[in-house]
């Protein structure tokens, strides 16, 4: 019987044959055609392969054998092109349910199992969709080596595994013969380069453990890169889950640096623990202190960590970050920018037409107050300007007290405090040259030292904690000025910290009847900042006590908005652990309530990426309310704070930002900016840039000013000419209005961050890594602005310093085994997205080669360009240690 290969043969037998996809019109005609397309060998192969179907239902069992192995030998041999279907598979097609049908009636036999292989590999291109009939007969075959039917089979499996595995979870059924199956496929896959397909398995069947016996130094480095990318996309826990897998890993292959980076990304202080005490290299621990400098985490390294008190001690300063504006000002020279800039080299007026430079030779104190935040940020970290740190020349008071009392009354505290800033993280001399500001007999000029210590103070840790020292006794005067001055001192330089005697100081003014709103607000700012991301119970407590008992009137100010937010600080990428609060906030006053809510919501999910939570968020933008409700402000701000982790969230929130421009009510239009200056800081997106420029020009002014700030926020330290321009065009327009010129100014200084070598990004580490002082930092900045014309342009205009939290030099320094600068050769170019892909990719395109220092910018990945040096840490940012390579020859 030679059974017309086209002719449904067998359908009667096997009733499930009805899906084999045969053409079922006008059979004949086909058929003629059909043949006439096969070449020879095809015919001959055709028949071949009929030959051995009838033989397999042979009575004889040799017979079945030879015609099984034979078979089984011509499927072999032509899986390996996968171009298209192969040719056995496609010719064994309308034999499908004739051999399943012969299958069931076989006796149980080693010839049966070889005959489920077969008729599994037929199955991968046969049986119905949902059918799973390839996994049945594998399960059903022999034990054999899996890798030989080849690769698409493999995957294929593995797909029908995770379904058969969802299946049975449902039906509680036993699930080891899947088991077994996994270990086999997951061994073949990580063998043959495509860890990525088994990391997908393991992940199906809720198995990664596994991963961990798999990898080997070959390919280890590829499985957690997936693995780390992937979390970012997993809900919860199993992104922690992943995480934790990678870490285990990279522990297993001493890749410490890399382990290190998971274990800060996973919050977790007893992996931190374990990355120093599993590595015994002294030299590595010191790269592994620079990125929890970095990082800008406190930590105390104790004996097990480090055994020798002179290392730890050496180590101990890394972390404390005292080299940090020793290294910055490294950058600098090598960069010849040290020159000091005044406000009019960065108005650059002479390049306008003139009704501009004509209005801004006017002397207003506003003016000068604009100049002031200009000079502090343009020149913030090289210790020397044109305005305040001039020598004294003629009297005692030199010019620098000129530039003081240019300032009308609280403008002097912002005055004092830009020398803080300007002396960023030089705690020597800054301290030095503030100490004269104590001695004055003004109020504000006090209330501005006090701040200007804790700037200085800011992300640089110190042993003898002058700033508490120095700041304690003020923090309960009667003048408020003064009392706030020393209250965001304290904030900001122990920022992260989880001080005890800080909250000591700090929580017993929340509980003051006495104590002004705008003192409490700053307390719970401060105390946000020091407890942030670190769900302290007792400090929740005070905070939401005083929450509690602010009048309705009180309720309304502009500055209570910093008690809920400094709650949210706490819980800052905490996600659940917000819980608990959140249910304790729906019982505020109702004027508060939802204000509340949407910020503990925002700050607990900053930077998870949590869709679900932008969902919520966007679902309260959409809501059309009768009168102006202020809680859609921290609605709008959270969407960009939770979309920012990673680059696909980022580019959809901003087209909804968009959504909300066209459709939203005024408050929410206000926030739209400084949501998009968020989710762009220091990183000026095209799009981003242009939908500004035309927010700056907006009827109303709260959204104008809002852009304009915005503006200043996404080109932060890059020097960017296109928005340097805009912004020199907006103040020539605006030359008129005090208020929005003010803003203009303070976005050109912005612009100019640390005269182009700063950047307010809270990511670092490859965008891999969230500061959480820095994003605090940030975020109550534009809290803030959420109320520009009450906070920023009234008379708290100093909250603009709580940027310096996020300031970091955007700088790759490499050093060498004493920690001295060492230049070398550094490729930078945009970074490339390598996950999964096959071979050794380049991880950067469009590089130049320069020598260190170099700045790198937002989306850019340094290499090294020589062989002579091996770097400590596989991501090349901030300070990097070099190691001679030993096995390095120079080439004559």
Request: net charge negative.
């Amino acid at each position: 019987m030679a059974p017309d290969p086209y002719s449904a043969s067998g359908s009667g037998s096997a009733p499930e044959e009805a899906p084999v996809k045969v053409p079922s019109k006008d059979l004949k005609k086909k058929d003629e055609k059909k043949d006439e397309d096969f070449s020879e060998e095809d015919l001959a192969l055709k028949q071949q392969l009929e030959l051995y179907v009838e033989r397999v239902q042979d009575s004889d069992p040799g017979l079945q054998k030879v015609a099984l192995d034979s078979m089984r030998q011509e499927i072999r041999t032509s899986t390996s092109s996968m171009t298209s279907v192969p040719k056995p598979l496609k010719f064994l097609r309308p034999h499908y349910g004739t051999l399943k049908a012969y299958y069931e009636t076989m006796e149980g036999s080693d010839l049966k199992k070889s005959l489920a292989d077969i008729l599994s590999v037929l199955a991968m291109t046969m049986s119905a969709e949902g059918e799973r009939e390839s996994l049945k007969y594998r399960l059903l075959g022999s034990e054999g080596d899996i890798g030989s039917w080849g690769h698409e089979y493999v995957r294929n499996l593995a797909g029908e595994i995770a379904q058969e595995y969802t299946k049975r979870q449902g039906e509680e059924a036993p699930i080891d013969d899947l088991m077994e199956l996994v270990q086999q496929i997951v061994a073949f896959h990580m063998k043959h380069n495509a860890e990525y397909e088994a990391v997908d398995l393991l992940m199906e069947v809720e198995d990664l453990d596994l991963l961990v016996e798999h990898v080997d130094s070959t390919n280890y480095k590829r499985t957690c890169l997936y693995l780390t990318s992937a979390a970012r996309y997993l809900p919860g826990p199993d992104d922690m889950l992943v995480l934790d897998i990678a870490y285990m890993i990279y522990l297993k292959f001493e890749e410490y640096p890399s382990a290190l980076q998971i274990a800060l990304f996973l919050d977790n202080m007893q992996y931190v623990k374990q990355v120093f005490t599993s590595c015994g290299d002294l030299l590595r621990k010191k790269q592994f202190c620079y990125i929890l400098a970095r990082h800008g985490i406190t930590f105390e390294l104790d004996e097990e960590m480090a055994a020798d008190d002179d290392n730890r001690e050496a180590l101990q300063e890394i972390i404390n970050n005292t080299k940090l504006s020793e290294g910055y000002l490294t950058l600098a020279r090598d960069i010849e920018v040290m020159e000091p800039k005044s406000p009019e080299d960065i108005y650059k007026a002479h390049l306008l037409d003139g009704r501009a430079s004509a209005g801004a030779s006017v002397d207003s104190a506003r003016q000068n107050l604009a100049a002031t935040f200009v000079n502090a940020f343009v020149n913030a970290g090289f210790g020397q300007d044109k305005l305040m740190t001039v020598p004294s020349e003629a009297s005692s008071g030199g010019s620098s007290g000129n530039w003081l009392f240019k300032n009308k009354e609280h403008g002097k505290a912002s005055a004092a405090a830009s020398l803080g800033m300007i002396l960023l993280w030089d705690v020597d001399s800054g301290l030095a040259q503030i100490d004269k500001y104590f001695h004055s007999n003004d109020n504000h000029v006090i209330a501005g030292a006090l701040l200007g210590v804790g700037i200085v103070n800011c992300g640089v840790k110190n042993d003898c904690d002058p700033a508490l020292a120095l700041l304690a006794d003020y923090i309960n005067k009667e003048d408020s000025s003064m009392r706030i001055g020393a209250i965001m001192g304290l904030g900001l330089a122990y920022a992260g910290s989880h001080n005890e005697q800080i909250r000591s100081i700090l929580t017993p003014i929340l509980n003051d009847n006495q104590a002004p709103l705008d003192v409490i607000a700053f307390t719970a700012i401060s105390l946000g900042l020091v407890y942030v991301g670190s769900c302290n119970e007792e400090v929740a407590q005070a905070i939401i006590f005083t929450l509690m008992d602010r009048s309705e009137s009180e309720l309304g100010e502009p500055l209570t908005r910093f008690l809920p937010l400094g709650l949210g600080l706490l819980y800052l990428g905490k996600q659940e652990s917000v819980e608990a609060t959140a249910e304790v906030s729906k019982t505020f006053n109702e004027k508060i309530r939802k204000y509340c809510d949407m910020t503990l919501l925002s700050c607990a999910y900053a930077g998870t990426g949590n869709v679900l939570k932008v969902q919520h968020l966007l679902g309260q933008c959409a809501q059309h309310l009768e009168k102006a409700e202020t809680h859609q402000g921290p609605a709008v701000l959270g969407i960009a704070m939770v979309a920012m982790a990673e680059e696909l969230g980022l580019e959809m929130a901003i087209r909804s930002l968009e959504h909300l421009l066209q459709y939203g009510e005024q408050n929410i239009r206000r926030a739209v900016p400084l949501a998009l200056g968020l989710l762009c800081i220091s990183n000026p997106k095209v799009n981003v840039m242009d939908t500004l420029s035309r927010l700056s020009h907006d009827t109303d002014t709260e959204v104008a000013m809002a852009a304009v700030i915005s503006l200043g926020l996404i080109g932060a330290g890059t020097n960017n000419a296109r928005i340097a321009g805009m912004l020199r065009n907006l103040s020539s327009y605006y030359y008129k209005e005090a208020s929005l010129l003010f803003c203009v100014r303070i976005a050109q200084g912005l612009v100019h961050l640390g005269k182009g070598l700063l950047t307010l990004a809270p990511y670092h580490s490859e965008h891999f890594l969230l500061s959480p002082t820095a994003l605090a930092g940030i975020v109550t900045l534009l809290h803030a602005c959420l109320d520009m014309k009450a906070i920023i342009l009234g008379k708290y205009h100093y909250v603009l310093y709580f940027l310096v939290l996020a300031m970091q030099p955007r700088m790759l320094l490499t050093v060498d085994e004493n920690l001295k600068p060492l230049s070398v050769p550094v490729r930078v170019g945009q970074a490339v997205d390598v996950v999964g892909q096959a071979g050794r990719p380049k991880t950067i395109t469009g590089f130049q080669t320069h020598s260190t220092p170099v700045l790198l910018a937002a989306g850019d990945r340094a290499e090294l360009a020589t062989e002579k040096y091996i770097p400590l840490s596989p991501i090349l940012e901030g300070f990097v240690i070099l190691k001679e390579n030993p096995d390095y020859h120079e080439e004559n």
